[in-house]
């Protein structure tokens, strides 16, 4: 048989087995359903480490972690844009998102806040997009209009030392870091929502950055793994019954 042919008849039989494959892929049913809203610390899992002693190496989000420690699958929606600030007019996560359907997932999460702490976004703005509570809030609200029975749950950011923006510095706001760790902590008391406090609660300080970042910021694999740990003892999924999908 020449080449071209034998080359046609391979791709005619492995044609059906890829259908076969997206199928099947595309059918399994997943025991949770879990959207994950936040910026590049959300973004990354699975991706490579681009600088820093792991480059080349695949990352380990906190997703993953979670999903591995998880007896039941997890269906993981990963809504992460790096270098997005939650509020703004453009490059903002609350604009990418506050038109998804929320309807479908068990377990949402927002991990925002370095992000508008390094662009100066204010927490309070006549402009209301530009107004890290109103765009907070909103989400929210969106969420809850959609989906009462999801457990949602708040996420502070983690402290850093990047880019002259630090846990201790000022920014063009006037705000520091810790202003919008409170903020989330203040609207988690508000709506009756679960806060999971990485600011105080990840083990991620200022005396170990470099160990568990790869820039002051963004984290490594040890990083993830320790962050994974807290998340993981904190987000609880709902209990299925026996026989339930």
Not at 80 to 88: C, K, N, R, T, V
């Amino acid at each position: 048989m020449p080449k071209k042919e034998q080359a046609h008849f391979a791709c005619v039989k492995l044609f059906p087995i890829t259908l076969m494959c997206i199928f099947f892929v595309s059918c399994k049913k997943y025991d949770h359903t879990w959207m994950i809203i936040g910026d590049s610390i959300t973004s990354s899992d699975g991706k490579e480490f681009e600088t820093g002693p792991q480059k080349g190496e695949s990352i380990i989000g906190y997703q993953t972690i979670i999903n591995s420690k998880n007896k039941n699958s997890i269906k993981l929606t990963n809504e992460g844009y790096s270098g997005f600030s939650l509020a703004g007019h453009e490059r903002s996560v609350y604009q990418e998102v506050k038109d998804n359907n929320f309807s479908n997932h068990e377990v949402i999460t927002i991990f925002v806040g370095t992000n508008d702490f390094k662009l100066n976004k204010p927490i309070i703005s006549k402009d209301s997009l530009e107004s890290f509570r109103y765009c907070y809030t909103s989400l929210i609200n969106r969420i809850q209009s959609q989906n009462k029975k999801a457990r949602l749950y708040l996420i502070t950011p983690l402290k850093r030392n990047n880019d002259g923006y630090t846990t201790t510095s000022t920014n063009k706001a006037g705000h520091k870091l810790l202003d919008y760790r409170n903020e989330v902590v203040r609207i988690g008391l508000e709506k009756d929502l679960k806060v999971i406090d990485l600011y105080n609660e990840s083990g991620i300080d200022e005396s170990n950055l470099q160990k568990f970042t790869v820039d002051g910021l963004h984290l490594n694999n040890k990083g993830y793994e320790l962050i994974g740990n807290v998340l993981n003892e904190q987000i609880k999924f709902p209990v299925k019954d026996k026989g339930s999908h």
